[in-house]
């Protein structure tokens, strides 16, 4: 049978609105648990952008500082080049391009030297404030996923990814050229001295100039960096969310079932009422209130210093407790102030104190006479 326009617009009408939600939407915020299972992946908020910012900006300050030495070492290695290696008869042997060349490496890689040192510790000072110390094994574990050419071709190609990839390169090519326009606007008349200086004084000059250039450049980047880390934080936080189905799951696996506990502590306390049933056959008098409270007391002199709390119960355990005091023949005793007290001071299988000493040893008096008789 066909449903009418009319029909259907009424059926929809009596559906639920949750019907139509999305169980599986993630409105959860992660858990510890999910947190620390995502870091021992090697899954942490990373900047890539405040990695090279930093390593930028560390490196030309470095330059800023080291400057003039390494300018100094990089004259000498052309002063050493032009005047001394030109003139050895074997510079064009084997022998002679390797020991050139080996010199040469040296004396750039001594110059070098802090400039690559500094920025290597930049970079590991830049990972460490975004992750911490981490160590993890996972990342570098081969996975077939991660090879996988297709999946591969989607993140690539991704609306998302090349929309935030064309955002952060025209957010930096802007930095860049406002930067470089303004630095060369302010060293335009400077520049043009320069064909009155030394070559020399040129090239400090000009090195001095590139070295503030980068250093203003990395300031720049580093105040962008800094917003892209807050949205990768912000990124990961997201992806991290949970579903609330997942963290039943996760109370489950950690705290376990709650229908699964209950039903253990049911069962517990099903044990230890048998437990304390199978004792009220052993005592000597059961003290009740006369309805809502019994206790059941045992006295034996030679094992006991004093008498014995063997079993106690409220309303239907009580009542239970004067069932099984009955068939197993134990006296009952009325007396509703003891009974209430003993209740509320002495634990199961703990001896009554001093101060109910009086009070306890006339009943069980009265018991042990009853038996006598």
Same mark, same amino acid.
């Given at each position: 049978?066909?449903?009418?326009?009319?029909?259907?617009?009424?059926?929809?009408?009596?559906?639920?609105?949750?019907?139509?939600?999305?169980?599986?939407?993630?409105?959860?915020?992660?858990?510890?648990?999910?947190?620390?299972?995502?870091?021992?992946?090697?899954?942490?908020?990373?900047?890539?952008?405040?990695?090279?910012?930093?390593?930028?900006?560390?490196?030309?300050?470095?330059?800023?500082?080291?400057?003039?030495?390494?300018?100094?070492?990089?004259?000498?290695?052309?002063?050493?080049?032009?005047?001394?290696?030109?003139?050895?008869?074997?510079?064009?042997?084997?022998?002679?391009? &390797?020991?050139?060349?080996?010199?040469?490496?040296?004396?750039?890689?001594?110059?070098?030297?802090?400039?690559?040192?500094?920025?290597?510790? @930049?970079?590991?000072?830049?990972?460490?404030?975004?992750?911490?110390?981490?160590?993890?094994?996972?990342?570098?574990?081969?996975?077939?996923?991660?090879?996988?050419?297709?999946?591969?071709?989607?993140?690539?190609?991704?609306?998302?990814?090349?929309?935030?990839?064309?955002?952060?390169? &025209? !957010?930096?090519?802007?930095?860049?050229?406002?930067?470089?326009?303004?630095? &060369?606007?302010?060293?335009?008349?400077?520049?043009?001295?320069?064909?009155?200086?030394?070559?020399?004084?040129?090239?400090?000059?000009?090195?001095?100039?590139?070295?503030?250039?980068?250093?203003?450049?990395?300031?720049?980047?580093?105040?962008?960096?800094?917003?892209?880390?807050?949205?990768?934080?912000?990124?990961?936080?997201?992806?991290?969310?949970?579903?609330?189905?997942?963290?039943?799951?996760?109370?489950?696996?950690?705290?376990?079932?709650?229908?699964?506990?209950?039903?253990?502590?049911?069962?517990?306390?099903?044990?230890?009422?048998?437990?304390?049933?199978?004792?009220?056959?052993?005592?000597?008098?059961?003290?009740?209130?006369?309805?809502?409270?019994?206790?059941?007391?045992?006295?034996?002199?030679?094992?006991?210093? @004093?008498?014995?709390?063997?079993?106690?119960?409220?309303?239907?355990?009580?009542?239970?407790?004067?069932?099984?005091?009955?068939?197993?023949?134990?006296?009952?005793?009325?007396?509703?102030?003891?009974?209430?007290?003993?209740?509320?001071?002495?634990?199961?299988?703990?001896?009554?104190?001093?101060?109910?000493?009086?009070?306890?040893?006339? !009943?069980?008096?009265? !018991?042990?006479?009853?038996?006598?008789?």
């Amino acid at each position: 049978m066909e449903l009418t326009e009319y029909e259907i617009d009424d059926l929809y009408l009596r559906i639920p609105l949750q019907f139509f939600a999305d169980s599986d939407e993630k409105t959860e915020e992660p858990t510890a648990k999910r947190k620390k299972e995502a870091r021992d992946k090697g899954q942490v908020p990373k900047s890539t952008e405040l990695n090279s910012a930093i390593v930028l900006l560390f490196g030309f300050v470095c330059l800023k500082s080291f400057g003039i030495k390494l300018y100094t070492g990089m004259l000498e290695i052309i002063n050493l080049t032009f005047e001394v290696y030109m003139y050895k008869e074997d510079l064009f042997t084997v022998k002679g391009i &390797i020991s050139l060349g080996t010199d040469l490496a040296i004396m750039f890689f001594t110059a070098m030297l802090p400039i690559f040192g500094v920025m290597m510790l @930049a970079g590991v000072i830049s990972n460490m404030m975004q992750s911490g110390l981490l160590f993890t094994a996972e990342t570098i574990k081969p996975k077939f996923s991660n090879i996988s050419p297709l999946k591969g071709i989607k993140q690539m190609f991704s609306l998302k990814q090349i929309a935030e990839f064309f955002l952060k390169t &025209i !957010v930096k090519v802007v930095i860049v050229g406002i930067v470089a326009y303004q630095t &060369i606007s302010d060293n335009v008349h400077a520049l043009l001295n320069t064909m009155n200086l030394t070559p020399a004084a040129t090239g400090e000059y000009i090195m001095t100039t590139i070295v503030d250039l980068g250093i203003r450049l990395g300031m720049f980047l580093f105040v962008f960096a800094i917003i892209d880390w807050i949205i990768q934080k912000r990124k990961h936080k997201t992806q991290l969310k949970m579903t609330k189905q997942e963290v039943k799951e996760e109370y489950k696996q950690t705290e376990g079932d709650p229908q699964i506990k209950g039903k253990i502590r049911q069962k517990q306390r099903q044990m230890a009422m048998s437990r304390m049933m199978r004792e009220v056959p052993k005592a000597d008098v059961v003290i009740t209130n006369p309805t809502h409270f019994a206790v059941a007391i045992k006295y034996d002199p030679n094992e006991d210093d @004093a008498p014995i709390v063997v079993a106690k119960g409220q309303d239907y355990v009580a009542l239970r407790i004067k069932e099984v005091a009955r068939e197993s023949n134990v006296q009952i005793v009325e007396n509703k102030a003891l009974a209430r007290t003993l209740y509320a001071a002495v634990d199961i299988g703990e001896a009554i104190p001093e101060e109910l000493y009086q009070a306890v040893a006339e !009943v069980l008096a009265y !018991v042990f006479s009853m038996r006598a008789s």
